[in-house]
Nanobody, 123 residues
Framework: QVQLVESGGGLVQAGGSLRLSCAAS????????MGWFRQAPGKEREIVGA???????YYTDSVKGRFTVSRDHAKNTLYLQMNSLKPEDTAVYYC?????????????????WGQGTQVTVSS
């Protein structure tokens, strides 16, 4: 049974930092693309950043230079380091995985999801 469990969310002031973690279990995710998505109230879920098995990374334009995705294969864990946070980064952040090397943006093409963790950035 595949499980993705996010942690590390919370309340932070604008300009601050947070580090999210996603612990994966149930299988080996070495050959999976893994990504972070977010969903703000009243908005659609969108990709934030992702990394594949080759180490190739993708970031949406609004977080480039501020967020960093990384993974630890030995720990089966995905990370999202978020710096210079802005109020518009406020959302529920989700971890996702797909058993292919390609990184894609549509949420429907990601097979496994975590339950989400809330990130709130105050101004």
């Amino acid at each position: 049974q595949v499980q993705l469990v996010e942690s590390g969310g919370g309340l932070v002031q604008a300009g601050g930092s947070l580090r999210l973690s996603c612990a994966a279990s149930g299988r080996t995710f070495v050959n999976y693309a893994m990504g972070w998505f977010r969903q703000a109230p009243g908005k659609e879920r969108e990709i934030v950043g992702a990394i594949n098995s080759l180490g190739t990374m993708y970031y949406t334009d609004s977080v480039k230079g501020r967020f960093t995705v990384s993974r630890d294969h030995a720990k089966n864990t995905l990370y999202l380091q978020m710096n210079s946070l802005k109020p518009e980064d406020t959302a529920v952040y989700y971890c996702a995985a797909r058993p292919l090397v390609t990184i894609v943006t549509p949420t429907i093409q990601w097979n496994f999801w975590g339950q989400g963790t809330q990130v709130t950035v105050s101004s």
